[in-house]
């Protein structure tokens, strides 16, 4: 079965300072790997994804993931943050491997990002 | 280019009563979807369907049902509304795994209230 686990529900970040959300995962294949943002009352905007190939994925908005297969995570990051950054994050997995895939989607729990000036 | 287009917005039913929510998409995309979100829980997914004329259960499918008759439409129905079904409801479609594009693109939301 697949499933997604983002530990923390908040995280907090001074303007300026590295954030890291983090993510964990489990798929039975190989993951495909996602992050969505959300700002309120407004539907999942992509920001990056894994496949296949580098381990460091660079999105939308200078986001960037780090895929780590021995600790199945998926951590989003960014080096430094801005206030207009706070809104919820979420990370998602599909099963990638074509001969067991059921198309599934999955979310985590969402983590809220919070940017102080 | 619309994306993906859900219909209704808003809407407040009273306990019993039944709805179809309807999502539209443009993109010519096989895979579609219909999750809930709730405060705490993230967003779960309750159907979803792979083609034209397939559906299959998510994980919290009691309550609800889905068609796909056309490639670009995925209606979810409440046959009769109970106040736990009270969420906001986002439709998603992408193309399948071999295309590598298979990121989702999500509709703007319905949110529903159950009195």
């Known amino acids: 079965a697949q499933s997604v686990a983002q530990p923390e529900d908040q995280v907090n970040v001074a303007e300026g300072n590295p954030l890291t959300v983090k993510c964990t995962y489990s798929?039975?294949?190989?993951?495909?790997l996602f992050w969505y943002v959300q700002y309120p009352n407004r539907g999942l905007q992509f920001l990056l994804k894994?496949?296949?190939?580098?381990?460091l994925v660079k999105g939308s908005y200078g986001f960037e993931a780090e895929f780590n297969k021995s600790q199945t995570s998926f951590h989003l990051k960014k080096p430094s943050a801005l206030v207009s950054d706070s809104a919820l994050y979420f990370c998602?997995?599909?099963?990638?491997?074509?001969?067991?895939?059921?198309?599934?989607?999955?979310f985590g729990q969402g983590t809220t990002l919070q940017v102080k000036p | 280019n619309a994306g993906v287009t859900q219909t209704p917005k808003f809407r407040v039913l009273k306990t019993g009563q039944s709805m179809t929510l309807l999502c539209a998409q443009d993109?010519?995309?096989?895979?579609m979807y219909w999750y809930r979100q709730d405060p705490g829980m993230g967003l779960r997914l309750i159907h979803y369907?792979?083609?034209?004329?397939?559906?299959a259960k998510g994980e919290v499918p009691d309550g609800y049902n889905v068609s796909r008759l056309k490639k670009q439409n995925f209606l979810l129905g409440l046959e009769s509304a109970a106040p736990s079904q009270t969420s906001v409801y986002f439709c998603a479609s992408s193309y399948p795994l071999e295309t590598l594009n298979t990121e989702a693109f999500f509709g703007q939301g319905t949110r529903l209230t159950v009195v």
């Open positions: 798929v039975s294949g190989n993951p495909y």
């Open positions: 993109m010519n995309h096989e895979y």
């Open positions: 369907s792979v083609g034209e004329g397939t559906t």
């Open positions: 894994y496949i296949t190939g580098d381990n």
């Open positions: 998602a997995v599909r099963d990638g491997t074509l001969v067991s895939n059921t198309g599934k989607l999955i």
